[in-house]
């Protein structure tokens, strides 16, 4: 909602000409968003969730001791 609201805020910048690019912007996006859904969903009805736990293991561990060795300030956005 906050994308739209700026689109709307800025929409006088916006022109006819842009159409096409809006147009290849989300066809591209649907067919990606689509491509990797039914991947994902293949994927899941015919493998486990064991490496993706060990991926959330190790990266939460990565992201631990980056935050306590100082190496990574984690908590400023």
Do not use: Q
């Amino acid at each position: 909602m906050a994308g739209l609201y700026e689109l709307w805020k800025e929409r006088a910048l916006l022109s006819v000409d842009d159409l096409g690019m809006w147009a290849v912007g989300f066809v591209s996006a649907f067919i990606s968003a689509f491509l990797c859904v039914r991947w994902l969903l293949r994927y899941i009805s015919n493998h486990d969730f064991t490496i993706f736990a060990w991926y959330r293991i190790i990266f939460g561990l990565v992201v631990l001791a980056t935050a306590y060795s100082g190496v990574v300030d984690w908590t400023n956005p």
